[in-house]
């Protein structure tokens, strides 16, 4: 049996997504315009504030004037228009920003949770060590973000982004500066790709300043510390998709699922395993950088249903994933089915605060039946996106558009909602089949394919040897 439920589930109801799609939450179309001349003053840098990005500022210290980064927010806004800003001010600056796209995407989730029926846990401050040995790093790493800040995305040439080289090398040799590495290397990739930015037709402004926003409070003392409230759960992890982003220099797998607990409530549940790679190491191959991980490539390719034993969860909903600390069992667990019953009634993690941003926003939903008409919802209201699928899965454009069912994570980005197909059940040769990003986690089930993989045309295996020869010389 199948339970009816107020969530997106096997009998969505029209009235469900009208309620999501009910014009702007209150304030949000005012909070997006006050981001938006904040971040076109970083397009032509602090030590150039004209009327227009002095207005801009003002409009910012205004919005955040009942918030408590009041104070700083307005001593920065004066600094910088006296032209003496220091680090603290630009922490500020990035603070303020970040808590108006906070109340954004509040405004949003709390929307979706209201549209959804679904319950949230409340996230309970757990504070955290601030650990000094790294802050000669964090500062190196400040240093360029100013630079950056004072120049704006117009002024950035050659040396200005190779000028962060030091401190981002410096940065990935301390294991718990990772996270801050790999972000400040993909911006500098990406300023480097544009550079001279002066000479750029579009200037990527949303996305830039969210870069260097983030980049800023993770290089703050303390902000990279690890939380206290980590907790072990055990219990079984039902497996109902996976999202993989995939860059030049890094891949993370995010798996999505639900667990559950011995009397508990299920609650929805995120594993993320990342690894560094190279350009070249894309498709197919890039699940051989999981080969660490067999419970977990199992889990994904084979549907098992996997035994977790005093896995750490932290606060966020998400699994710090050790592989021998799950078991994958002879049960399997069709993803469908599990958000057929599971979906509607488990509780759905917090919201740490600096992951509060509408374009982080990614929510497991159920799509069935009539609701699906050529690849949008409710007659192109709420569009399935194609543009995410993983270069190394099976899903592809035609075979989302032919969808049934459709398993996806609900986001808003670029003033609208949308789903992110992640698994979909539909026909091929007329014969019904369920396709999953992490279908191929085990390898392509044709021999050929798998043979090529596995072969001489194994890139992973490749630069693995010549990096093994390396190492002995």
């Known amino acids: 049996m199948v339970p009816v439920c107020p969530g997106w589930g096997a009998l969505m109801l029209a009235a469900q997504a009208k309620q999501l799609l009910d014009g702007e939450p209150e304030g949000v179309a005012e909070a997006l315009e006050v981001v938006s001349g904040f971040d076109d003053v970083l397009v032509h840098g602090l030590a150039r504030v004209g009327e227009a990005q002095s ?103 050659h040396d200005l982004v190779e000028a962060c080289g030091n401190a981002i090398q410096a940065a990935y040799a301390e294991p718990k500066l990772r996270r801050l590495a790999v972000l400040l290397d993909g911006l500098a990739s990406e300023l480097r790709a544009a550079s ?44 109902l998709g996976v999202d993989i982003h995939e860059h030049e220099t890094a891949v993370q797998f995010q798996v999505h699922g639900v667990l559950e607990e011995a009397g508990a409530q299920p609650r929805l549940v995120r594993a993320s395993i990342s690894a560094g790679k190279t350009n070249t190491v894309s498709g197919l191959p890039l699940w051989r950088l999981l080969l660490g991980y067999p419970q977990m490539l199992k889990g994904l390719a084979d549907h098992s249903v996997l035994e977790l034993s005093a896995m750490p969860l932290l606060p966020s909903g998400d699994l710090v994933w ?62 399935l996106d194609p ?6 899965g099976p899903l592809t454009p035609e075979l989302v558009k032919s969808a049934s069912s459709c398993i996806g994570l609900l986001r808003w980005d670029a003033g609208r909602w949308h789903v992110q197909p992640i698994a979909v059940q539909t026909l091929v040769k007329k014969k019904p089949v369920t396709v999953h990003n992490g279908q191929w986690a085990l390898g392509h089930p044709d021999p050929k394919v798998a043979k090529a993989s596995s072969g001489a045309g194994d890139t992973v295996a490749i630069l693995r040897e010549r990096a093994g020869r390396l190492l002995r010389k």
């Open 196 to 239: 001279p930015t002066a000479t750029m037709e579009h200037v990527p402004v949303r996305r830039w300043a969210d870069l260097w926003s983030r980049a800023m409070l993770l290089s703050q003392p303390g902000a990279l510390s690890a939380p206290a409230a980590t907790t072990e759960v055990s219990g079984r992890l039902l497996i």
């Open 322 to 383: 050790l592989d021998d600390r799950a078991a994958a069992t002879p049960e399997a667990a069709d993803p469908f089915a599990t958000a057929r019953v599971l979906l509607a009634v488990a509780v759905a993690p917090p919201v740490p605060p600096l992951q509060r941003h509408p374009v982080r926003i990614a929510e497991p939903v159920l799509l069935e039946g009539q609701v699906l008409e050529g690849g949008s919802i409710e007659g192109g209201s709420i569009e």
């Open 387 to 392: 543009g995410r699928l993983p270069s190394c």
């Open 55 to 157: 207005g801009a500022l003002a409009a910012f210290a205004v919005a955040l004037a009942a918030c408590p980064l009041r104070d700083r927010v307005a001593e920065a806004v004066e600094k910088v228009r006296a032209g003496s800003i220091g680090d603290e001010h630009l922490m500020a600056l990035a603070g303020g920003r970040t808590a108006l796209l906070g109340a954004v995407h509040d405004a949003y989730l709390g929307r979706l949770d209201a549209a959804l029926g679904r319950t949230r846990a409340t996230w309970e401050s757990t504070g955290s060590n601030v650990e000094k040995e790294s802050g000669n790093l964090l500062a190196g790493c400040r240093s360029w973000l100013s630079e950056l800040a004072i120049t704006g995305w117009r002024g950035v040439g």
